[in-house]
């Protein structure tokens, strides 16, 4: 199993606009959808301001290739990317192993 850490950087103030952005266009419902097993979508309050993280487990690198290229395809997903774009300064993302003493078990994802 694997866990991808996405990590952005907004323009100051503009994370309630991306949020919005998410919600009204169907991007949140679709996402979800598609890829499966959300780990956790979070807010910075301390250290790096105006950012978001959001963490996505997979079985396999191929699984997450393959759902976000689905992804990708999809109208309301261009959509919101022709949206959200330019509220983005920063985009980072990391593939994150469990260790073996991790709450989620290692070979196992959740709605995968």
Same mark, same amino acid.
């Given at each position: 199993?694997?866990?991808?850490?996405?990590?952005?950087?907004?323009?100051?103030?503009?994370?309630?606009?991306?949020?919005k952005v998410y919600e009204?266009? !169907?991007? #949140?419902?679709?996402?979800?959808r598609i890829l499966g /097993?959300?780990? !956790?979508?979070?807010?910075?309050?301390? !250290? +790096?301001?105006?950012?978001?993280? /959001?963490? %996505? +487990?997979?079985?396999?690198?191929?699984?997450?290739? +393959? #759902?976000?290229?689905?992804?990708?395809?999809?109208?309301? %997903?261009?959509?919101?990317?022709?949206?959200? +774009?330019?509220?983005?300064?920063?985009?980072e993302s990391k593939i994150?192993?469990?260790?073996?003493?991790?709450?989620?078990?290692? !070979? /196992?994802?959740?709605?995968?």
């Amino acid at each position: 199993m694997i866990v991808e850490q996405r990590t952005y950087d907004f323009y100051p103030g503009k994370i309630p606009v991306f949020f919005k952005v998410y919600e009204d266009t !169907g991007a #949140r419902d679709l996402q979800t959808r598609i890829l499966g /097993h959300m780990v !956790g979508y979070f807010v910075s309050e301390l !250290g +790096a301001l105006n950012q978001t993280v /959001h963490m %996505w +487990a997979y079985s396999s690198l191929d699984e997450r290739a +393959a #759902r976000r290229a689905t992804l990708m395809q999809e109208p309301v %997903w261009q959509e919101f990317l022709s949206q959200a +774009a330019p509220l983005i300064l920063r985009q980072e993302s990391k593939i994150l192993l469990p260790a073996p003493f991790s709450p989620i078990p290692v !070979g /196992h994802a959740d709605n995968a």
